[in-house]
């Protein structure tokens, strides 16, 4: 068989098929409808080889970028959560991944997450129905996840593509400069500056405790308290990663990007205060390209602050933000949208309040969540464990701030306000 290799422009299609075919079905995996986004564009995969000159590796540059903020996403996970299912409910589900009620006989309907055939000791995934409820939750609870870029993660590790673009002084995407040419005249050559953002999957894991009691006598009723319990938890621990992460055993967060900016406290500003000018600053380093996707983030203990700010006219003054107690509080800061969290730092520190565009972050998605349960564990407390599982990683596509054409100010999809001591 003749072996036949990707161009990038190739791969760059097929990615599209792939993107739109996890869209009609988001219920696979990229690895699931890879075969059927070759055969669209007339491609075998079986013929297909990378090549090391100018060309892609097939495993990783076929890859398919899907923003958790896209109208269809969200429309075929509420249809995915109502689909048809074998499971009455949550509840039935964990009775039959309970090894007392199961009594070694595995249920015909679950799904094997691995190898092992014991059900209190192995895995089985988490019916398609409920992962969705799931995901419905922790979209819902979640602040970065849903304006991010998802990334299904074919393997560990994945390579993405990207620009280096550190200054628009001369040039534009690291580089790259237009000309204006007489007739004729001879034309300039210029290039891109290319780099690779690696994303590497890590474990998220949790589990709680139910009383067989509880399990026997309500095994239905726990289907809205687990569902909502994980969902949140999920969401939860993977924003405070998204936001503050470290980047050592768990995703980089954007308080730690090496994009991010940091705007210094005025001459002579109290300590954990924060002052109209800090937000006007905040928002005049934000991308231009990214004002009409940009949030604020603040920590609750920042409400404070922000109810009392005014602007100095001449010898007086007026209140900017909150003019009158008799409503509720405004929900944005000069137009754009404001969200409160506990995962932002307190007042006073650097990541107490952000100004970010949260499509610069990336989220590889490796492994959805799994779900077991075993008996044993708690066995002599008559308690049954229920844990699950997550591989995902995450981290700023862009690792510099741009100095812009004209002025010295750099500019970010990722702001936050200095340290007042």
């Known amino acids: 068989m003749t072996m036949q290799t990707l161009s990038r422009e190739q791969v760059g299609e097929i990615g599209k098929t792939v993107a739109d075919l996890l869209r009609g079905d988001l219920g696979k995996h990229i690895t699931d409808v890879l075969p059927d ?5 007339g491609l075998d995969m079986a013929s297909l080889k990378g090549s090391r000159a100018g060309r892609v590796p097939m495993g990783e540059g076929v890859v398919a970028a899907i923003p958790a903020w896209d109208p269809d996403y969200r429309k ?21 991944i309970h090894p007392l009620y199961s009594k070694g006989v595995i249920d015909a309907r679950l799904t094997k997450a691995n190898n092992e055939s014991d059900p209190g000791a192995g895995g089985f995934l988490v019916p398609d129905q409920f992962i969705a409820r ?46 204006w040419t007489a007739e004729s005249g001879a034309l300039t050559e210029t290039n891109p500056t290319f780099r690779q953002v690696q994303l590497t999957a890590k474990k998220l894991t949790g589990y709680t405790t139910t009383s067989n009691e509880l399990l026997e006598d309500a095994a239905i009723t726990l289907e809205a308290l687990l569902v909502r319990m994980f969902g949140e938890a999920l969401a ?19 308080l730690n990007a090496n994009a ?38 603040a920590h609750p203990d920042v409400f404070p602050q922000l109810a009392s700010l005014s602007r100095n006219v001449g010898t007086g003054g007026a209140p900017v933000w909150i003019t009158n107690m008799a409503g509720g509080p405004p929900t944005s800061i000069h137009g754009r949208p404001l969200i409160f969290t506990e995962k932002c730092k ?10 970010v565009d949260p499509s610069y972050y990336v989220i590889g998605d490796r492994m959805s969540m799994t779900m077991s349960s075993s008996p044993h564990v708690r066995f002599t407390n008559d308690e049954t464990v229920h844990k699950f599982v997550q591989r995902v990683d995450g981290q700023p596509w862009i690792d510099t701030a741009i100095t812009p054409r004209n002025g010295t100010n750099t500019m970010s999809p990722f702001v936050s306000l200095a340290t007042r001591a």
């Open 37 to 41: 986004a070759f055969k669209h564009h």
């Open 76 to 96: 075929a996970l509420v249809a995915r959560a109502h689909a048809p299912s074998p499971w009455k409910s949550f509840g039935e589900y964990l009775r039959a």
């Open 134 to 179: 799931l995901l419905m939750v922790e979209l819902e609870m979640a602040v970065v996840r849903p304006r991010a870029m998802i990334l299904p993660m074919t393997a560990p590790s994945a390579r993405i593509p990207a620009i280096r673009d550190a200054s628009h002084a001369s040039t534009v995407f690291g580089g790259v400069q237009a000309y």
């Open 236 to 254: 939860y621990f993977e924003d405070d990663a998204f936001i503050a992460g470290t980047g050592a055993g768990q995703p980089q967060g954007i």
């Open 260 to 297: 991010l900016i940091s705007v210094a406290k005025e001459t002579g500003q109290a300590a954990s205060s924060i002052v109209t000018e800090n937000l006007d600053k905040m928002f005049s380093r934000m991308l231009p390209g990214s004002m009409n996707r940009a949030v604020w983030l």
């Open 346 to 355: 307190t007042l006073g520190t650097a990541g107490d309040i952000y100004f």
